[in-house]
Every structure is written in C-alpha cells, then in structure tokens.
C-alpha cells in the first residue's frame, strides 16, 4: 500500500491564479481531510469529506476555496485568485472510516505565492 | 472551544535524561486524544491515542481529566527521538485539533 499521495509536492503560483492541490487516499480509504500548516504554526482543520460528501467544512475559509472528492479519481482541494497568505503546506489524510479511526497522512503539499 | 495548547515550542535535552513534551486540552465532551510524530523529511505519523493505552518506543501518555492534560512522557530521550511533536484532539466531527507542536531536540 503506497500510502496517502498529494502532487505536486510543490507548486508556485502568482497571486491571482488558481491553485488545484491533490490527495490520493490509501487504497481502501473512503474518508479525506484537510489540513493547513501556515508558518510558525501547527495544522488546521479545513474540510473532511467522505465519497462525494462534504461532511465538514467548518475550517475552509469562506471565499475562494473549495474541495471535492468525486466517486472516482483523487480528492482536489482547489483554491482561486491566490494571495500571498495562502502560501503554507497543505496535509491530506484518509482514514478508512470517520471518527475515531485513524488518518493516515500524506507528504503534504507546499504552496508558495508569489 | 476546542483547543489544543503545547505550551513548549523547542525541548532539549540531552540523551538518556528522561522527557516529558506538555499538551493540553480543552473540550466539553470526553476527549479523544492523540500524539503525532514527524521525524525529518517523513511524513506525520500517529505515535500513539490515549484509548489504546499502549506503549510506543518508549513514549507513554496518560490522560488526566482533572488537570485536562495529555502529557508524552519518555524516561530515557534517545537521539532517534529528535523530531516535531504534535498532540491533537478528536472532535465527534472525527477532525483532528491540532497543538502547535514542540521541537524535541536530544544531545548526545
């Protein structure tokens, strides 16, 4: 099992462009969370979504951002018109059920904007 | 609120000197907890949930509810040990509410 995967590992945008970060859960794996790592500081929560759902978003910023897992293919988290505070590591984790199960994470993905 | 405090961010000591990394948390319901491991270039990787009451490399933590504290505790630091810690709290939701993590830093 190859573990969680998110690509790219690493993505330059200019502020104003669109960011699409991707999270291959582990083989199995129906549940998808979120996580964002600004600098100097520890990982939120954004969104968690399971199979098509999204079951929580209470950590997505209300504007710009948006996250899908469809019934095939990868779990996208995407972000439009990106400034420069967006730059952080963004973390994906898939657990094979909800709650207490659990996530299992990814290498993250490093977003810098310039 | 749903809050996870590591009151530490850098703990340094040296190898074979015991060593206790401080979380705690504040939540209304009964608390699944949890600590984080992630060592150089690796992933983040659970070390061990308080549920399971296991002990992992050495590392043991025991909830207290009366001091809501969720204290890694290891009585001899090994230079592998080196890494960021995070202890993280399960909402009902099943996010997880992270600390800010403390740096271990052991000597040799």
Redesign the interface.
């Known amino acids: 099992n190859a ?2 995967m998110q690509n790219p590992r690493h993505l330059v945008r200019r502020r104003g462009q669109e960011a699409r970060l991707r999270c291959s859960p582990m083989k199995g794996h129906s ?1 998808v ?1 979120w ?1 964002r790592q600004l600098p100097e ?5 954004m969104v ?1 979504l399971q199979k098509e759902n999204i ?2 978003e ?2 997505m910023p209300k504007e710009r951002f948006s996250a899908e897992f469809p019934k095939e293919g990868p779990s996208i988290l995407r972000i439009q018109q990106v400034v420069r505070g967006d730059s952080a590591a963004y ?1 994906c ?1 898939s ?1 094979p059920r ?6 299992y ?4 993905t490093r977003l810098t904007v310039t | 609120a749903q809050r996870v405090t590591q009151p530490e961010k850098l703990l340094s000591v040296f190898k074979g000197a015991p060593v206790e990394l401080k979380c705690n948390y504040s939540y209304s319901g009964s608390p699944e907890l949890f600590w984080y491991v992630q060592y150089s270039r690796q992933r983040l990787q659970l070390l061990l949930r308080h549920i399971s009451r296991e002990s992992i490399k050495g590392f043991t933590a025991d909830l207290n509810k009366g001091e809501t504290s969720f204290h890694l505790k290891k009585p001899f630091a090994q230079e592998e040990d080196s890494a960021m810690y995070y202890c993280a709290l399960m909402s009902n939701t099943g996010k997880l509410i992270f600390g800010q993590g403390t740096t271990l830093q052991v000597k040799p």
Do not use: M, N, R, W
């Open positions: 573990g969680v549940h969370y996580y500081e520890g990982l939120k929560f968690y079951i929580d209470s950590g973390f984790a657990s909800g709650q207490t199960y659990e996530q994470f990814g290498p993250g």
